[in-house]
């Protein structure tokens, strides 16, 4: 059965037969994300996705949904380390 989605760029609901946050009108927008966290960690093979989220602009929640997809292979890193500071 078809799942309703919603499209996290456009916002449009749509409907798919897995689940996807992107509609297919959107899915460059993806694809060109991805090729710039790719980039990025080119750049800082070390970084994890919190490093990741903010040396781009992107939602953590994104990094880590396309570590969950297996897409990449990174640390999620620590949440709680955001404007923390070191001890
Ligand atoms: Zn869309």
Redesign the pocket.
Known sequence: MAKTCL??????V?NAWSNRT??????Q?EEEEFERIENYLNRYPNSNAIQIAEGLDISPFDIIRYIDEGRLYVSKGEFKSIGGGKK
């Open positions: 499209c996290r760029f456009c916002g449009k749509f992107c509609c297919n009108e959107c899915q927008k």
